[in-house]
């Protein structure tokens, strides 16, 4: 049997669930370098040598805090109040965990799907609502910004699914 086939498979697994984890707002990332550490432990560490491994390890941990970095970052230069980035972090926990139980009635995929929902729909409410009516902005400024959460928070989950087809591409090129 071929090892180094299987452990190539089961990296491509666990990048599978990693990418479905991002694409919820789960930090999952990690998930997917670990099908990347069994290819290099099966291969004797011959295919991705511990500087590679250590490199993809600290990209990983750096890709969990894009998302909400990015976010955050966006969000700020369109002009909000240093209080909507904690707003908008606080808002899409909140949104997915409510989204997420309401969703559940309808079993795993309504949940799953509930919880995005849930996640982009209350950094968006929260960051409205902080802009909007703790700090007076006019209705298309309060708008503006928590759009601005949203398309932050999208462009992390792109940025961090990028992430994980590298591991995968570094998986099956070892």
């Known amino acids: 049997m071929d090892w180094l086939l299987l452990a190539k498979v089961m990296a491509t697994l666990l990048a599978a669930v990693a990418a479905t984890g991002i694409v919820l707002g789960l930090p999952t990332t990690l998930l997917a370098w670990l099908g ?32 909400n970095l990015l976010a955050m970052a966006l969000v700020r230069k369109l002009g909000a109040t240093k209080g909507s980035a904690t707003m908008a972090l606080v808002g899409s926990l ?41 700090h007076q902005r006019p209705h298309a400024d309060a708008h503006k910004i928590a759009f601005g959460t949203v398309v932050g928070r999208i462009i992390g989950i792109v940025v ?9 591409w570094l998986s099956w090129g070892a």
Do not use: H, N
């Open 36 to 67: 990347l550490l069994i290819v290099a432990a099966v291969s004797g560490f011959q295919a991705v040598s511990g500087a590679w491994l250590l490199g993809t390890f600290i990209g990983c941990v750096l890709m969990e805090i894009a998302d």
């Open 94 to 134: 909140l949104g997915g965990l409510v989204g997420g139980a309401v969703g559940g009635l309808a079993g795993p995929v309504g949940s799953a799907a509930s919880a995005l929902v849930g996640a982009f729909g209350g950094g968006y409410a929260a960051v409205y609502a902080w802009e909007r009516y703790r």
């Open 160 to 168: 961090k699914l990028v992430w994980v087809i590298v591991l995968v």
